[in-house]
């Protein structure tokens, strides 16, 4: 009896030790603990490593990785590898991943505001980006103070330039005539479809990892992106025509899920900004190398023909977008913010 009784108390310790050692395994896995405790960051993106975010995301793995002295881990996912632009968002409020940065058009239905970024011809160079988006003008502040965001779990970090959209089709397009008729693919935004609207073109929303596939089969027409992302997803090679237009902006918010941050130690919680800092200003002085590269490569390749539009032309499409659309998403956007950059452009 008392052989039996050993015996099973040896049993009862085994699996108590046992249980002990799983808890404390989920404990470094979720990132709960104490100042030793490992946390990893699962960094989910839909672009290649060779693009301005991919470069950015690789950077800021490098910089957080050095400061934390390897507390800090970070897993990157590119390419769609983890999650598509559908459902990306989604596993960041439910933390599958703990880091993304989505497309500012990406945030529509949940920070509707952020559609200031997607007004066409916002910015007429990369230079005036900086000047737009700092943290402390009326346009930052509606993204790195945004409520919205902050009720559904996502904490700003940053905003990382990918550059200036082009536009690409089959068909020459040099007036906004030219492109009456054709469909474009576009990212889940209300104002890019009043974009194309204004231009008598259709849209079509589609995932970014669809879109060369669309293209191929003809499915869409043409789409907009910047070089970068033209080159890296081969989608010139089945496009005849790019219009270097300039016409509007693409740029990621860098977010991270505010119950994953709030976990960390303070001098992590520093760390990782810091990191995020930093990798956001290389990622600025990468972008328009990048950009000049892809642009570059697509000549060299030489099925696609460039047309880069004169001052005239340029300000033809300008002229169609510009007011119209940026009133119409006046209510959602804000009528002062849009007040305050159409007097920006007189």
């Given at each position: 009896?008392?052989?039996?009784?050993?015996?099973?108390?040896?049993?009862?310790?085994?699996?108590?030790?046992?249980?002990?050692?799983?808890?404390?395994?989920?404990?470094?896995?979720?990132?709960?603990?104490?100042?030793?405790?490992?946390?990893?960051?699962?960094?989910?993106?839909?672009?290649?490593?060779?693009?301005?975010?991919?470069?950015?995301?690789?950077?800021?793995?490098?910089?957080?990785?050095?400061?934390?002295?390897?507390?800090?881990?970070?897993?990157?996912?590119?390419?769609?590898?983890?999650?598509?632009?559908?459902?990306?968002?989604?596993?960041?409020?439910?933390?599958?991943?703990?880091?993304?940065?989505?497309?500012?058009?990406?945030?529509?239905?949940?920070?509707?505001?952020?559609?200031?970024?997607?007004?066409?011809?916002?910015?007429?160079?990369?230079?005036?980006?900086?000047?737009?988006?700092?943290?402390?003008?009326?346009?930052?502040?509606?993204?790195?103070?945004?409520?919205?965001?902050?009720?559904?779990?996502?904490?700003?970090?940053?905003?990382?330039?990918?550059?200036?959209?082009?536009?690409?089709?089959?068909?020459?397009?040099?007036?906004?005539?030219?492109?009456?008729?054709?469909?474009?693919?576009?990212?889940?935004?209300?104002?890019?479809?009043?974009?194309?609207?204004?231009?008598?073109?259709?849209?079509?929303?589609?995932?970014?990892?669809?879109?060369?596939?669309?293209?191929?089969?003809?499915?869409?027409?043409?789409?907009?992106?910047?070089?970068?992302?033209?080159?890296?997803?081969?989608?010139?090679t089945v496009q005849k025509h790019i219009a270097e237009s300039d016409h509007g902006y693409l740029g990621y918010v860098l977010v991270i899920n505010t119950n994953f941050f709030e976990s960390l130690p303070k001098d992590l919680?520093?760390?990782?900004?810091?990191?995020?800092?930093?990798?956001?200003?290389?990622?600025?002085?990468?972008?328009?190398?990048?950009?000049?590269?892809?642009?570059?490569?697509?000549?060299?390749?030489?099925?696609?023909?460039?047309?880069?539009?004169?001052?005239?032309?340029?300000?033809?499409?300008?002229?169609?977008?510009?007011?119209?659309?940026?009133?119409?998403?006046?209510?959602?956007?804000?009528?002062?913010?849009?007040?305050?950059?159409?007097?920006?452009?007189?």
């Open positions: 009896m008392r052989n039996i009784t050993t015996r099973r108390l040896i049993a009862w310790t085994a699996v108590a030790l046992s249980l002990t050692m799983a808890v404390s395994g989920c404990a470094r896995g979720s990132g709960k603990g104490d100042g030793g405790t490992e946390f990893t960051i699962k960094f989910s993106h839909v672009v290649t490593p060779n693009t301005p975010k991919g470069q950015a995301a690789e950077k800021f793995k490098e910089l957080i990785e050095k400061s934390s002295d390897g507390r800090i881990k970070v897993e990157i996912y590119p390419n769609s590898e983890l999650y598509g632009d559908k459902d990306e968002l989604q596993a960041l409020q439910s933390n599958s991943v703990q880091m993304l940065a989505p497309s500012t058009a990406k945030f529509t239905t949940i920070a509707p505001e952020l559609q200031v970024l997607d007004l066409p011809f916002l910015f007429d160079t990369v230079e005036d980006i900086p000047k737009v988006v700092a943290p402390g003008t009326t346009v930052g502040k509606a993204i790195y103070n945004n409520e919205k965001l902050a009720s559904k779990k996502t904490k700003v970090l940053g905003l990382w330039d990918n550059g200036l959209k082009q536009l690409s089709s089959n068909s020459e397009m040099r007036t906004p005539a030219d492109l009456k008729g054709l469909s474009f693919r576009i990212q889940p935004s209300d104002v890019l479809k009043s974009q194309f609207s204004a231009w008598k073109a259709s849209s079509t929303p589609m995932a970014f990892s669809e879109v060369y596939s669309a293209l191929q089969q003809g499915v869409v027409d043409g789409q907009e992106n910047p070089y970068s992302n033209i080159e890296t997803q081969k989608m010139h919680q520093k760390a990782v900004t810091e990191a995020a800092d930093a990798a956001s200003e290389h990622n600025r002085k990468i972008a328009a190398d990048v950009n000049d590269k892809a642009k570059q490569a697509i000549l060299d390749e030489g099925s696609t023909k460039i047309a880069k539009l004169s001052d005239k032309e340029r300000q033809a499409f300008k002229d169609a977008v510009v007011p119209t659309v940026w009133r119409q998403y006046a209510d959602v956007i804000g009528e002062d913010l849009i007040n305050e950059l159409l007097d920006g452009q007189s």
